[in-house]
Nanobody, 125 residues
């Protein structure tokens, strides 16, 4: 069974950091594009970063560029999202999703083949 499972969310103060993990099972991460999306209550799902299959070019939304870094560890079969300098507006449920042989990756939800259940990130003082 192909699946991804997110972890690493939590409650942090503004300016602090979190690292989210997207653990893949049933497939190899290097063969899939992996994207991170987030959704806040009452708002649409927003693509924030993705890493392509293969050589793994990355893409970021303007809202997180310079603060978030996506990376892939093929030995661990896991994709990470390092989030620095978190802001209250980053509060949302974060989802990862996988697209078979997605290159270059694009942050369009309809492209992705399967999704995780999400992990909550709350940024508050």
């Amino acid at each position: 069974q192909l699946r991804v499972v997110e972890s690493g969310g939590g409650l942090v103060q503004p300016g602090r950091s979190l690292r989210l993990s997207c653990a893949a099972s049933g497939f190899r991460t290097e063969h899939f594009a992996i994207a991170w999306f987030r959704q806040a209550p009452g708002k649409e799902r927003q693509g924030i970063s993705c890493i392509s299959s293969g050589d793994g070019p990355t893409t970021y939304s303007d809202s997180v560029k310079g603060r978030f870094t996506i990376s892939r560890d093929d030995d661990e079969n896991t994709v990470y999202l390092q989030m620095n300098n978190l802001k209250p507006e980053d509060t949302a449920t974060y989802f990862c999703a996988a697209e078979h042989y997605g290159a270059p990756c694009k942050m369009e939800p309809g492209r992705y083949d399967f999704w995780g259940q999400g992990t909550q990130v709350t940024v508050s003082s």
